[in-house]
T-cell receptor, first 119, second 113 residues
Framework: GAVVSQHPSRVICKSGTSVKIECRSL??????MFWYRQFPKQSLMLMAT?????????EQGVEKDKFLINHASLTLSTLTVTSAHPEDSSFYIC???????????????FGAGSRLTVL | AQSVTQLDSQVPVFEEAPVELRCNYS??????LFWYVQYPNQGLQLLLK??????LVKGINGFEAEFNKSQTSFHLRKPSVHISDTAEYFC???????????FGQGTTLQVKP
């Protein structure tokens, strides 16, 4: 079945530094990937939709300059948390879908998540 | 836009008892509905999905859910739970015109011996 890989699974960084998280679709091409953020014991909040070859679409309230998303190829999307602060500490999860976004409700495949801790 | 409400934040149940986790949705367009399970510090695993057709859908690990359009519900059920079913369960809806998957608040299923 479809597999989505996220790297790193855990990262600790100092306040003010930037951190990049990678999301790869291993055995399929993903024209669209989604990035979610999950606080402890809370639900997943959609941050942005990452479209291959174009700018990401951010949800209301998400700072696009803080969370830079790049979808450079059909198998890779990256999320960069710039100038990270302790409040950015969270569990970040990506998901990907094979094929077109609205086509047949192809099920999203989720990565295992990346836990970011900002000191 | 769509929204998802999970009515119970925590559901404690004894092993081998039946369980129902409740989910209601609202949407101005047709939606696809999903249930996911998340074990601690892990990603999401799809339990089952409703796209169209039969309103009773069966998933993995003995779970099933019933789509009720009139009540805008998609409750998850299992006739007999195991200790290993202890996890966080998320109901989610995807708008047929957006492709975005929106999650409910989650329900913690606690199976006691």
């Amino acid at each position: 079945g479809a597999v989505v890989s996220q790297h790193p699974s855990r990262v600790i960084c100092k306040s003010g530094t930037s951190v990049k998280i990678e999301c790869r679709s291993l055995d399929f091409q993903a024209t669209t990937m989604f990035w979610y953020r999950q606080f402890p014991k809370q639900s997943l909040m959609l941050m942005a939709t990452s479209n291959e070859g174009s700018k990401a679409t951010y949800e209301q309230g998400v700072e696009k300059d803080k969370f830079l998303i790049n979808h450079a190829s059909l198998t890779l999307s990256t999320l960069t948390v710039t100038s990270a602060h302790p409040e950015d500490s969270s569990f970040y999860i990506c998901s990907a879908r094979e094929g077109r976004v609205n086509f047949g409700a192809n099920v999203l495949t989720f990565g295992a998540g990346s836990r970011l801790t900002v000191l | 836009a769509q929204s998802v409400t999970q009515l119970d934040s925590q559901v404690p149940v004894f092993e081998e008892a039946p369980v129902e986790l409740r989910c209601n949705y609202s949407s101005s367009v047709s939606v696809y509905l999903f249930w996911y399970v998340q074990y601690p510090n892990q990603g999401l695993q799809l339990l089952l999905k409703y796209l169209s057709g039969s309103t009773l859908v069966k998933g993995i690990n003995g779970f099933e859910a019933e789509f009720n359009k009139s009540q805008t519900s998609f409750h998850l059920r299992k006739p007999s739970v195991h200790i290993s079913d202890t996890a966080e369960y998320f109901c989610a809806a995807e708008g047929s015109n957006t492709g975005k998957l929106i999650f409910g608040q989650g329900t913690t299923l606690q199976v006691k011996p």
